[in-house]
């Protein structure tokens, strides 16, 4: 009994440690100033100064980078938040086969393996002959952030009482209005989930990015990296930046886990 | 005022489909000016949609709806001067309760002074005053009821919506808000539609009831025609019970059912015309009295009630009845019974066959109800338009589709004495009426057979199409 609980726990920890030593390796090293990665010279925040100051080599060019990205994922996840609404409310209000296919549609993007996504969208727009570039970019980043907008979506309009929508045309809303004022509201938690998973999912894309950028030069961070570290290593200052980037999401994800039990706690009380 | 001005809503031969489904077939009705109107039916009989197209949610397929003596057909629902209590209450769930009941007037920019004075007062109207800053979610049932209603009448609709206001809430809470809705209707004086399928709660509130069924409007009456006098032997049976049965109008005020005959007062009928008879189970009366006594029966099972006794007695005839009394008898006494003239309902029959349009396709072969039978043609030739009449007794119902010449589901059952009249909806979506003496449940499919020599063929009668 006490031999199958040490040996389920030691598998908890191997697993963990799996999952968080690379994480935690980047961290580590980001406190000090060897070149080479996997090198200690002592303690330092030198790297987190360079990389404020811009000290570095090519440092335009990943800020540039960082603006790209921060840029992109915001406009491709705001425009894919309203598409998406729209959609979810559209296929909400089909019936039987129609939704069904119309689901499983929807599915299949999120499926579908990214570098898939990435050759036929670059192929689509050579075919169509829309010079690619941040348009580009940001339109195939719409394209797979939609749908899970509309997977965030729909659950809310499943609890949803369905006639909220007619109550507020019955008051006098016109349908503007009671898009506005009442199932805007009542799906909003739906959007700001599919909002925050296409901000991530957008910045996180490497695949889709790289075969839609074009030849301008247009650098997201992912693509930066990937060249930066095909040049010949990593530049150390990106070590800090990562770690920033990974305190930041998990600062997120613990603010929105917060107050999801903090919901659920207040609707048990009630 | 002038007979006109008394009219506020009005439906004129509305009929509206959902896919080729039919759900209103040529609805006509006036509601009157503060009457307080139910639509009551079974689920799926057309009474929700009815009061949606009065709301403005969907558009007649045909026909007009008319308020105030203007067609509002075309008139979006935020511009109808009425307003509905939605089922299940509706109620937005981001806002508080003041906010909810705020909502209409706040989109009429109202000011803020008079808004805040006549929700206070509509609150009060409801007995719901200190609720104000309540989050909706943490309201009863009948709480959100209560501000639903509010919402609804503070915009002082002309035309107040119900939509089965109550379903939800339990049997206690049901019986409190009737009283309080039938107060707050004389107090407001404004025209109430309610629909509901309960037929207690038709009868406790209404002014004017409307029994509907499969799309069609069956009666409109007070509450007591409506008991008292059903037309057909749905009504008869939707609204409270009742012994419906087969009976014969020997002349004017004599009536032949379960093999006896008794006085009636309905008159107009031809001499031996076929009709079907409603007595209600507490208008059957127990009697010592030999010369009262019209017939005899044996008593098979009695049940208490809470206020009277169920018992169902099985007549020197054969026929099964249902008597509801004060005083129990004992199962198996031999019990002495009378029923008074006046509590004798007489109705036409809707029909004394099916009949049906149909086409000989062939030597020996005729179709209808979209699909071939075989029977005697002779006399016709193929391509003859003909009418096809079978009695009710000779279709047979199969639990299975082998050997069935069409397929169908059971649909309505009503209990005639000694025997079932089942209505089964066909494949074709036509309904055929079978009488028979084994038990389906309603929704029950069933195969469809019919023996050629029970199938009458006749010419088609003049001006039918």
């Known amino acids: ?270 | 005022m002038t007979e006109k001005n008394d009219i506020i809503i009005s439906l004129d031969h509305i009929s509206k489909s959902f896919g080729d489904k039919k759900v209103l077939d040529d609805i006509s009705l006036s509601i009157k000016r503060g009457e307080f109107v139910t639509f009551l039916g079974p689920s799926g009989c057309g009474k929700t949609t009815t009061l949606r197209l009065i709301a403005g949610f969907g558009k007649p397929d045909e026909g007009t709806v008319t308020m105030e003596g203007k067609v509002i057909n075309d008139i979006p629902p935020y511009q109808r001067k009425l307003n509905t209590v939605f089922q299940r209450y509706a109620l937005f769930p981001h806002l508080d309760v003041y906010d909810n009941v705020a909502f209409g007037l706040k989109l009429q920019k109202v000011p803020e002074a008079e808004i805040e004075k006549r929700v206070k007062k509509v609150l009060k109207l409801v007995s719901m005053s200190d609720y104000e800053d309540r989050d909706v979610e943490s309201l009863s049932g009948g709480q959100q009821q209560r501000v639903a209603i509010a919402r609804a009448l503070i915009n002082q609709p002309r035309v107040l919506l119900l939509d089965e206001p109550l379903a939800a809430l339990d049997l206690k809470m049901r019986k409190d808000m009737q009283i309080e809705l039938k107060e707050m209707h004389k107090k407001l004086g404004i025209t109430f539609i309610y629909v509901t399928h309960d037929q207690e709660e038709a009868l406790t509130l209404s002014d004017t009831i409307v029994v509907m069924n499969e799309g069609k409007i069956q009666q409109i009456g007070t509450p007591t025609d409506i008991y008292n006098e059903p037309v057909n032997a749905f009504v008869a049976d939707f609204i409270g019970e009742s012994n419906i049965l087969k009976g014969k109008m020997l002349r004017d005020r004599r009536v032949a059912f379960i093999k006896h005959e008794f006085d009636c007062v309905d008159e107009g009928f031809a001499d031996n015309e076929k009709v079907d008879v409603v007595v209600r189970p507490e208008d059957i009366y127990f009697t010592t009295d030999p010369a009262k006594c019209q017939f005899t029966a044996k008593v098979n099972s009695c049940t208490f009630k809470g206020v009277h006794y169920e018992m169902w007695v099985d007549t020197d005839t054969g026929y099964e009845l249902m008597i509801q009394d004060y005083d129990p008898y004992e199962v198996g006494t031999e019990v002495m019974l009378y029923i008074d003239p006046d509590d004798i309902q007489v109705m036409k029959k809707e029909r004394l066959a099916n009949t049906y349009a149909g086409k000989v396709t062939g030597e020996g072969k005729v179709e209808f109800l979209g699909a071939e039978f075989a029977c005697d043609t002779a006399g016709f030739a193929e391509g003859d338009e003909v009418t096809a009449t079978i009695r009710f007794e000779k279709v047979e119902l199969l639990d299975h589709e082998d050997e069935a010449d069409t397929t169908g589901h059971v649909v309505f059952i009503l209990y005639m004495g000694n025997h079932y009249h089942l209505t089964v909806k066909t494949e074709c979506g036509e309904n055929i009426w079978v009488d028979t003496n084994d038990i389906w449940d309603k929704g029950d499919f069933v195969g469809i057979k019919i023996l050629p020599k029970d199938i009458q063929l006749s010419k088609p009668a003049a001006g039918n199409e």
């Open chain 1, 1 to 270: 009994m006490n031999a199958k609980k040490v040996i389920a726990k030691a598998y908890l920890w191997l697993v963990l440690i799996v999952l968080y030593a690379p994480i935690a390796f980047i961290v580590v090293f980001s406190f000090t100033e060897a070149k080479s990665l996997g090198n200690w010279t002592g303690f330092s925040t030198q790297l987190y100064a360079n990389l404020f100051t811009g000290s570095m080599q090519n440092a335009t060019g990943l800020q540039s980078a960082v603006i790209n990205t921060l840029l992109i994922a915001l406009a491709a996840s705001i425009v894919a938040t309203v598409l998406g609404t729209v959609a979810a409310i559209g296929i909400f209000h089909l019936h039987g086969r129609k939704k069904q296919t119309m689901t499983f549609l929807n599915n299949i993007p999120m499926i579908n393996p990214d570098i898939i996504t990435g050759v036929s969208l670059f192929l689509l727009f050579v075919f169509l002959g829309i010079s690619q570039g941040y348009l580009t970019v940001i339109l195939a980043h719409i394209t797979f952030c939609t749908p899970y907008v509309v997977l965030n979506v729909m659950p809310k309009l499943r609890q949803m009482n369905p006639n909220i929508y007619e109550a507020a045309l019955d008051l006098g809303a016109t349908p503007a209005q009671a898009l506005r004022k009442v199932l805007v509201p009542a799906l909003r938690p739906g959007m700001i989930s599919g909002f925050i998973l296409s901000f991530t999912m957008s910045l996180d894309d490497f695949a889709v990015t790289f075969f839609t950028r074009g030849t301008i030069g247009l650098d997201t961070l992912s693509t930066y990296i990937y060249a930066d570290a095909r040049k010949g290593g990593l530049t150390p200052e990106l070590k800090p930046l990562m770690s920033i980037i990974f305190l930041i999401i998990l600062v997120v994800l613990l603010v929105i886990n917060i107050r999801q039990s903090k919901q659920q706690n207040d609707n048990l009380k009630k």
